[in-house]
T-cell receptor, first 120, second 114 residues
Framework: GAVVSQHPSRVICKSGTSVKIECRSL??????MFWYRQFPKKSLMLMATSNEGSKATYEQGVEKDKFLINHASLTLSTLTVTSAHPEDSSFYIC????????????????FGSGTRLTVV | GNSVTQMEGPVTLSEEAFLTINCTYT??????LFWYVQYPGEGLQLLLK?????DKGSNKGFEATYRKETTSFHLEKGSVQVSDSAVYFC?????????????FGQGTILTVHP
């Protein structure tokens, strides 16, 4: 079945540095990628939606200059947390789908395993 | 806007116990409803779904019925196993311009002891 590989699974970085998180679709083409963030004991919050080759659409309240999303190919999307601060520490997870496949009642989402970011 | 509320966890059960995880939602239209499960170290996996009122989704012994009158989609299993230990997320998705966006509940941690 469809697999999304998310890397790294855990990262610790110093305040002020940037961190890149990658999501790769291994056996399908991800026309759309969703990036979520989860705070402790909170739900997964959608940060942005990106379509391959286009600029990402950010949800209200998400800083596009801080969370840079690149979706340059049908198999790779990256989220870069720039100038990270301790309040950016969180669990980030991606979800990919091929919008060209219609008729699936589950909308065809495939999730990565998530990245635990800790900024010290 | 849309929202999903799940019962707070963690939930701890003995093997073969009955499981219920409550989920209620608010939505402006007629959403599809999902339960996702996340096992340790893995991504979210679709467990079951229901796309219209009174639909019952089922998979691996888990069931949930789409109740429009109570805006609920409670997850149940008659006899849990240790291997069911995971985090469970209730979610909804609407069509139209929001097609493809999932709104999640906060997740419920389930631990099953032998």
């Amino acid at each position: 079945g469809a697999v999304v590989s998310q890397h790294p699974s855990r990262v610790i970085c110093k305040s002020g540095t940037s961190v890149k998180i990658e999501c790769r679709s291994l056996d399908f083409q991800a026309t759309t990628m969703f990036w979520y963030r989860q705070f402790p004991k909170k739900s997964l919050m959608l940060m942005a939606t990106s379509n391959e080759g286009s600029k990402a659409t950010y949800e209200q309240g998400v800083e596009k200059d801080k969370f840079l999303i690149n979706h340059a190919s049908l198999t790779l999307s990256t989220l870069t947390v720039t100038s990270a601060h301790p309040e950016d520490s969180s669990f980030y997870i991606c979800s990919a789908r091929d919008n060209r496949i219609r008729g699936r009642a589950d909308y065809g989402y495939t999730f990565g395993s998530g990245t635990r970011l800790t900024v010290v | 806007g849309n929202s999903v509320t799940q019962m707070e966890g963690p939930v701890t059960l003995s093997e073969e116990a009955f499981l219920t995880i409550n989920c209620t939602y608010t939505a402006t239209g007629y959403p599809s409803l999902f339960w996702y499960v996340q096992y340790p170290g893995e991504g979210l996996q679709l467990l079951l779904k229901a796309t219209k009122a009174d639909d019952k989704g089922s998979n691996k012994g888990f069931e949930a019925t789409y109740r429009k009158e109570t805006t609920s989609f409670h997850l149940e299993k008659g006899s849990v196993q240790v291997s069911d230990s995971a985090v469970y997320f209730c979610a909804l998705s609407e069509g139209g311009t929001s097609y493809g966006k999932l709104t999640f509940g906060q997740g419920t941690i389930l631990t099953v002891h032998p």
